[in-house]
């Protein structure tokens, strides 16, 4: 069983950054794909960067420049760098791992408010 907690959310004015932190509780080498997903108010949830187990990145366009996914493995940790924030940015930020034996975990979300 994994466990996942996010933290580093909040209040932002645009154009501010915020970082992210998603602690597991096992090790990460078994994470074969970790993602950021994020839930707009009103909105269904989407997927706005991924990191493979081999550092692979991937970030959905409207993220593309300003946001930075890394992974920590001494601290067992997936982070979410974001930067030049937006009002649009504005939703419940989730992190999500798939593990070696294809199980998906989510953690409790975080909410990333930005003000214009």
């Known amino acids: 069983q994994v466990q996942l907690v996010e933290s580093g959310g909040g209040s932002v004015q645009a154009g501010g950054s915020l970082r992210l932190s998603c602690a597991a509780s096992?090790?990460?080498?078994?994470?074969?794909?970790m993602g950021w997903y994020r839930q707009p108010p009103g909105k269904q949830r989407e997927l706005i960067a991924s990191?493979?187990?081999?550092?692979?990145?991937n970030y959905r366009d409207s993220v593309k420049g300003r946001f930075a996914i890394s992974r920590d493995n001494a601290k067992n940790t997936i982070d979410l760098q974001m930067n030049r924030l937006k009002p649009e940015d504005t939703a419940v930020y989730y992190c999500?791992?798939?593990?070696?034996?294809?199980?998906?975990?989510w953690g409790q979300g975080t909410q990333v408010t930005v003000s214009s």
């Open positions: 999500n791992v798939r593990t070696n034996t294809n199980y998906y975990y």
């Open positions: 096992g090790s990460i080498f078994s994470f074969i794909l």
């Open positions: 990191i493979t187990s081999d550092g692979s990145t």
